[in-house]
């Protein structure tokens, strides 16, 4: 019985993991109707400023985690407004080439600036080892993920519900045409959408360096994990994402622990069976 | 073989709350040239809609030449020669119209299947797709971007897709909308010309139109049939004016 | 308009005309053909890098069935490639050795493999579609991957026995017959592809990639023909999985990872899609440009490879032949598109 919490437990820890990774993506696409791949590459550069600043400049782990924020959203700004801003008027298929494009080159830009291998990280002692809540023997740093997942998980949804900037993201999801037409400034809700999406995928990347490994390839990866969160979840809904993201974590947990022989199998039929019963995604509208 | 092409018996239809129509009873002979007019809301494109299955009716039936097609789905009606076309234009850009005609044509001999013969070898169905530009003028169109060609043209066109299926019952909505008067007019002399063996019925609001080229006029208001008669009966009944001017 | 205008003879026979040259070889095709061929004269030329670029072209063409005609872009299409791959495979592991008999075998089981595809994701759309393609595509990589005693698992399958063509020309490590061998039947397939897209059908499938709602009214059958076109391109995808199984004589996962399938999309987008000659002059760049970028940069290749994925999609956004053929005809204006007749 306390095998199965616990599996459980790592998989919610694993779900909100991939939530804070994905919900950036799933924004966008729901909002600019755009697909950003290139979101798993943000993903491992703000693992590999995290790492940066905290062997190089000796920052500590905490204080690691705003600058790869910011530095990672100040990235997708940049990238927004050179690259992305250009192909929101395009098809899906366009936009994942690019896009893929991108994380080709991104993989190669960080095997030239960090090496091939993968990164050794060094945790804070305080988030290492385990503790018994409750009956159970957990480990500190899934604790600490979980907190911060469901943390994050309430500003945004009370940002998108309470604050200015959430009510005109969520008119832009909602229609962006008549959003501009009504005179918001579509173009900066775009960008400052995109910084905040793109710099909690960094922020994702800098959480899951030490749980899931940090290489080049990091993004070739998580990119599928990505793409079925999104699709599965619906764009554009974070809620959706949140619960298609922990149901990924948890499947995927339990079916590596319960069924190692079948590894990935298990996820990827849901997936497929899901799609095909809802093709808008669980929360998705449906036309 | 019943005379009537379409029937529709006690059609019931409403929106949530909103009753569209109680009791809709209408009737349509083979070959006739049939308007539907009315005010706004009177509920005429609705009736369409669901005598072509894009709507399912709360209860009551449609009779398409004899059968009941009230389950049916568009398809099912169109394969049953029941052909609509549509009030924005929808072609293949791609194709130009010559192209366009063939394909219909070949869909409609389910002959667009899997095989390696050329569509050049289909020579009876491409004269039969040039006669029917021809014949709605637009045969000097034939090879040209069907983008590129003038709103009217593209009407035109639109028609003749349809026709090409040779539908025992042409719906028609608003066919004229966004015409010239003299390019309205030329639209309906080419379809005075079809062959009887194609009912049309069509909502329109151009009453110079309706009553040059209907042989039957049904007026809708508020979701009722108020009259069907033919167009000098229906210019002369001050119900219909009633309808149209309030009281 | 009292006066109706009567079908001429003359513009009946235009019309038949306009769609016979459309199914005519031009002299560019057959000079394309005849410089592929001509490649295994040219001194020095690596014919095991000609043959791939075979393989990979025919792979790209059955996609540009799917995406360039019909519309549906697929994220998985190493899937069938895959399964033609190990069919051929199989066949020469367990003794049918003969290589074209298990080339159309391949094909064959590829093609209902494709069929299926198409009858479950004929009403995805978006991403959606892009999504459950590669769904299909990983789950079936998984379960190759895994069943490590019936495929070879990671390492491949070992023993794989190809018979010489015909009878007569044995596969040689220098990769003579396997020049002749992909080459003629990627171009028998193309010229079976070719008559299909000029057919009525491939009329079909381009009216339903540009209004699908507008063929459903015209009655047509617009998802049974979603399922013959996955049929069609998992056939076709299907043989270049057996030609190189046969080419190479052995058979890996890797035939049927999502990396194949990206790069087979790559493929097609350079050499843009919907005139079957994007895949082979789309391959030809790719295969050459990373041959070349890994020979110089062994580490940072793929970094070359995305820079020009963005590229092409950024200012050649229908591809390179296309985009050959507006500068072309800018050049002249005279030849217009049919008869002003």
Redesign the interface.
């Known amino acids: 019985m306390s095998s199965i919490l616990t599996v459980l437990f790592n998989g919610v820890a694993y779900g909100f993991l991939l939530f804070i990774m994905s919900v950036g993506l799933s924004v966008t696409?729901g909002m600019m109707n755009f697909?950003n791949l290139a979101q798993a590459s943000f993903s491992m550069f703000g693992g590999y400023v995290k790492v940066t600043a905290m062997q190089s400049f000796g920052v500590p782990f905490l204080a690691s985690l705003p600058i790869v924020f910011i530095v990672i959203g100040a990235l997708s700004i940049v990238v927004e407004r050179l690259?992305f801003r250009?192909?929101y008027n395009?098809d899906?298929?366009?936009q994942?080439?690019?896009t893929?494009?991108?994380?080709?080159?991104?993989?190669?830009?960080a095997?030239?600036a960090w090496g091939?291998t993968y990164q050794r990280i060094d945790m804070p002692s305080w988030l290492t080892g385990q503790r018994d809540v409750l009956g159970l023997t957990l480990e500190t740093y899934r604790i600490f993920l979980i907190a911060i997942g469901a943390a994050m998980a309430i500003i945004l949804v009370l940002g998108l519900e309470r604050t200015q900037l959430g009510a005109m993201v969520r008119a832009c999801v909602d229609n962006r045409r008549v959003a501009g037409a009504c005179g918001l400034n579509t173009e900066l809700i775009f960008a400052l959408t995109f910084a905040i999406g793109g710099g909690l995928a960094g922020l994702g990347g800098a959480l899951s360096a030490n749980l899931l490994g940090l290489d080049p390839n990091f993004p070739l990866r998580y990119l599928?994990y990505l793409?079925?969160i999104?699709?599965v979840g619906g764009?554009g809904t974070i809620s959706g994402t949140l619960i298609a993201g922990l149901a990924l974590g948890i499947a995927d947990v339990m079916g590596k622990y319960y069924f190692p022989?079948?590894?990935?199998?298990v996820i990827?039929?849901l997936?497929?069976a899901c799609?095909?019963w809802r093709?808008?995604?669980l929360l998705g509208r449906q036309t | 073989m019943s005379d009537m092409v379409l029937e529709t018996r006690d059609l019931h239809m409403a929106f949530g709350g909103l009753v569209i129509f109680n009791c809709m009873n209408f009737a349509l002979r083979r070959g006739e040239r049939h308007a539907i007019i009315g005010p706004n809301g009177a509920g005429k494109t609705t009736f369409v809609s669901l005598v072509t299955g894009l709507l399912k009716p709360k209860s009551g039936n449609v009779f398409f030449d004899g059968r009941i097609v009230t389950n049916d789905t568009p398809q099912q009606r169109v394969k049953a020669g029941m052909v609509r076309t549509f009030q924005i234009n929808s072609l293949f850009k791609a194709l130009n119209p010559l192209e366009s005609v063939v394909l219909a044509l070949l869909e409609r001999d389910g002959k667009a299947r899997l095989s390696l013969r050329s569509v050049s070898a289909e020579t009876k169905l491409i004269d039969e797709a040039m006669a029917l530009l021809t014949q709605f003028d637009l045969a000097r169109d034939a090879y040209g971007l069907t983008e590129a060609l003038p709103y009217g043209k593209q009407r035109l066109l639109e028609i003749v897709l349809a026709v090409a299926l040779q539908p025992k019952l042409l719906l028609l909505d608003e066919p004229a909308a966004g015409l010239s008067t003299q390019q309205g007019h030329e639209v309906f002399s080419q379809l005075a010309h079809l062959s009887k063996d194609t009912a049309i019925l069509f909502i329109e609001h151009d009453m110079n139109l309706v009553f040059r080229y209907a042989d039957v006029v049904s007026v809708f208001a508020a979701g009722a049939l108020v009259m069907q008669d033919t167009p000098e009966n229906v210019r002369r009944s001050p119900r219909v004016r009633e309808v149209y001017l309030g009281n | 308009m009292s006066a109706i205008e009567r079908l001429t003879p003359e513009r009946a026979k235009a019309a038949t005309g306009y769609f016979a040259r459309l199914a005519r070889w031009n002299v560019y095709e057959i000079l394309f053909w005849l410089a592929l061929a001509g490649m295994y004269f040219v001194p020095n030329v690596d014919l095991v890098l000609m043959s791939q670029i075979f393989i990979w072209g025919l792979f790209a063409m059955s996609l540009d069935i799917l995406?360039g005609y019909r519309g549906i872009?697929s994220?998985g299409h190493a899937a069938f490639f895959g399964v033609g791959a190990y069919v051929a495979g199989y066949c020469g592991k367990f003794g049918w050795t003969e290589p074209i008999s298990a080339l159309v075998l391949a094909m064959a089981i590829a093609a209902v493999v494709g069929w299926l595809t198409g009858k479950?994701?004929q009403?995805?759309?978006?991403?959606?579609l892009?999504?459950?393609t590669?769904?299909?595509n990983?789950?079936l990589y998984?379960?190759v991957h895994?069943s490590t005693d019936v495929t070879g698992g990671d390492d491949g399958m070992q023993g794989i026995v190809i018979a010489p063509v015909l009878g007569l020309f044995r596969f040689d490590i220098f990769g003579r017959t396997a020049f002749w061998y992909a080459l003629i039947i990627a171009f028998i397939l193309f010229v079976i592809a070719r008559a299909v897209v000029k057919s009525p059908f491939g009329l079909a499938l381009v009216g339903a990639r540009e209004n699908p709602r507008r063929m459903i009214m015209l009655g047509a059958p617009v998802e049974g023909d979603v399922s013959r076109a996955f049929a069609l391109g998992a056939a076709l995808a299907g043989a270049a999985g057996a030609l190189l199984t046969q080419t190479t004589q052995f058979v890996s996962p890797n035939t049927l990872s999502?990396q194949r399938s990206?790069d087979v999309?790559?493929i097609l987008?350079i050499g843009g899609t919907g005139r079957l000659y994007g895949g082979f002059i789309g391959a030809l760049v790719f295969l050459i440009l990373r041959d070349w970028l890994a020979a110089i940069s062994p580490?940072?290749?793929?970094?070359w490879?995305?820079?020009?994925?963005?590229v092409v999609?950024?200012f050649f956004?229908k591809g390179l032949l296309p985009s050959l053929e507006t500068l072309l005809n800018r050049w002249k204006p005279s030849k217009a598109d049919g008869p002003t007749a």
């Open positions: 696409l697909v690259i250009h192909f395009t899906d298929l366009t994942v080439l690019l893929i494009g991108l994380v080709f080159m991104s993989i190669a830009i095997t030239y091939g599928v793409l079925i999104v699709s764009m022989q079948f590894g990935g199998f990827y039929v997936t497929v799609m095909l093709p808008h995604g | 995406l872009p994220l479950l994701v009403r995805v759309t978006g991403v959606g892009l999504m459950v590669l769904g299909l990983l789950i998984d379960l895994r999502f990206a999309l790559v987008i580490v940072y290749w793929y970094f490879i995305g820079l020009l994925l963005v999609v950024s956004r």
